[in-house]
């Protein structure tokens, strides 16, 4: 970069820093649901305890918190919120770097732009939530993946593994998704040999990245698990017949719940921990003879989901201080980002054609916006869990944008960098 270059990245990343460090001390500040749930697991690593959380999270941000707590103190909501305001900031550089590995510097430079100032992902950054933890891991597999040697060196398949790895520590959700997407670069991306070789060594890494908790699980539970060994997913699936309504991500709005909805979930959460299994074997049976009867209304909410899950009417959590005044700008940026997207994605499909299968990024995005889409929809329609997303959606909506304004000069082979 020229001298005045990196001055006008360096202030904007300034002034994207600030404006997040600004808004977080808008989110909300109290502590329930997850929030409660990651911090008390925070607060049990500090204490000394081995903590396996048993149903629904893994313990990678819980673990997270307790850094940044013994650095600040314990319960320092101010110090959550600049550390995770500062990684978000990184996530737009990282981001940049892949964009321009991958296409070119303009290219970086408004997925860059667009990732620092846009209001679907930033708000995060002041919640004890692990969405922007989560988004910047993502960015670094980008990285990896944007390196000119990824094809050769081993090396980089075992940070791959260890960096999916880390996220299913974070977010248990993913497992499937890190499972599918490993394969599928296996065998789209590696030939003879190499494609086991991937498959070791990123299993390596996925492994070496969850040794906490397979030693967590195993002491506290007495069983040998990557994820909360008590899993709820035919729970999930029952549910979705009672979710013909949005998931109200506002406090204000928990007075639409479905009654039904709420009683089954807070059946499962109060249900004494041996006695979970019970809940999900009798969730798993009524959801079988209801689908046979009911599977129109079934899939019905499930492409219900689908668009509710991507739909972005509010940037807080919560509580949200501007609603319902930002719920119209906050929809449309949403929307010209989704546009963009495709429009980055299918001029890359366009110019490389069955061959973009063989890029190890394009191939990643598309795993995880399908898995997101297709998976999460099964279950929920809150749009929270689409956020993680945010990062690769920017990148992509940078490269969009770039070719809507610039044709893009794409390197001769996919995956190649353009440095």
Known sequence: MKNKTLLIFALLFIVGFLLRIGLSLLSESRIFWDMENYHQIALDILGGKLAAECC??????????????????PNNLLAVRIVQSLID????????????????????????????????????????????????????????????????????WILLGFQLGLILFVRMQYFLFILGSTGLLSI???????????????????????????????KTYNRIAINAPYHSFYLGLYQTFFMNWRYPELTRNYKYINPEYARIVEEYYYTPLPEKYKIEEKSKKLFMARIRQDYAMYTKNVIQNMIWIWDKDHPFYYEDPFYPMDTVPVRIFNFIILVLMAVGILSFVKKYRLKSLQNPIFLLSSCLIIYITVMFSLVSNESRHSISAYGVIVFWAGIGLAQIIWPIHVPQRPGVSNL
């Open 89 to 156: 900031n990184i996530t737009a550089v990282l981001l940049y770097f892949s964009a321009r590995r991958l296409v070119n510097r303009k290219a970086g430079i408004f997925t860059y732009i667009i990732y620092l100032f846009n209001p679907i992902t930033f708000t995060y950054t002041g919640l004890r939530l692990p969405e922007s933890l989560t988004i910047f891991q993502l960015a670094l597999i980008l990285m990896s993946m944007s390196t000119p040697a990824f094809r050769r060196l081993k090396t980089v």
């Open 188 to 218: 789209f991306i590696f030939r003879k040999i190499n494609r086991l070789l991937f498959l070791v060594l990123s299993a390596a890494g996925i492994l070496l990245a969850s040794s906490y908790t397979l030693v967590a699980n195993y």
């Open 56 to 73: 629904q999270k893994n313990n990678g941000y819980g673990l997270f918190l307790a850094g940044i707590y013994s650095l600040f103190g």
